[in-house]
């Protein structure tokens, strides 16, 4: 079955250092990854996707992701975080019919 | 460009009335619409996929009859909670989907906040 797991339910860091968020992926064809992010009350942004060719993604406000076949991963990172950065991160797969599978959500928040 | 709207962003009911949101592609057309359900503090949670022109396709454990989704145009799509109860209070996100170099994107709505008293 396709799912999604994010390990961390929350990770604190502090302003200027970097970041991990961790996705795990399970599915059975070359997958279509997504990292959304979402302020309270708010919909959800795309950060960055992976369909196909270069392995490491750019995506916007900085942050990148690398997708690794071999780990099942595609790991979100940024190398120095901001206060605006504060949010929920969720990442997800793209199953049949253009249906998101999406993992269980990773809380950040940021210390000054 | 891909944006989607929804409204209300915010609905406050009575107990027993129906609700309708509405989810609206502004710069794309979108065959495909997608409606969510999230709590707090919890990832989203798929109910249905609306294809313009068709009925609804609900995710196991969906009410169809509560939860009417009508996909009329290529641009809209409404979500009617209906006999609404308290227990149907939530976050309701819409997303509309088109397909870029292969793969499906979705683009998602800001979401409508509903309140059940």
């Known amino acids: 079955a396709q799912s999604v797991t994010q390990p961390d339910i929350h990770i604190t860091v502090s302003e200027g250092a970097s970041l991990e968020l961790r996705c795990n992926y399970s599915y059975g064809a070359t997958p279509y990854l997504f990292w959304y992010v979402q302020s309270p009350g708010q919909g959800l942004q795309l950060l960055l996707k992976?369909?196909?060719?270069?392995?490491l993604v750019q995506g916007i406000k900085g942050f990148e992701a690398e997708f690794k076949r071999s780990q099942s991963s595609f790991n979100l990172r940024k190398p120095s975080v901001h206060w605006s950065d504060a949010a929920e991160y969720f990442c997800a797969v793209g199953g049949q019919g253009g249906k998101l599978i999406f993992g269980q959500g990773t809380e950040l928040s940021v210390k000054p | 460009g891909a944006v989607v709207s929804q409204h209300p962003s915010r609905v406050i009911c009575k107990s027993g009335t129906s609700v309708k949101i509405e989810c609206r592609s502004l710069?794309?057309?979108?065959?495909?619409m997608f409606w969510y359900r999230q709590f707090p503090k919890q990832s989203l949670m798929l109910m249905a996929t609306?294809?313009?022109?068709?009925?609804?396709?609900?995710e196991q454990g969906v009410e169809k009859d509560k939860f009417l989704i009508n996909h009329a145009s290529l641009t809209l799509s409404t979500l009617t909670v209906t006999s609404a109860h308290p227990e149907d209070s939530s976050f309701y996100i819409c997303?509309?989907?088109?397909?870029?170099?292969?793969?499906?994107?979705?683009?998602f709505g800001p979401g409508t906040r509903l309140t059940v008293l």
């Open positions: 609306s294809n313009e022109g068709s009925k609804a396709t609900y």
């Open positions: 710069d794309f057309q979108a065959t495909t």
């Open positions: 997303s509309a989907s088109t397909t870029l170099a292969g793969g499906y994107e979705q683009f």
């Open positions: 992976y369909f196909s060719g270069d392995t």
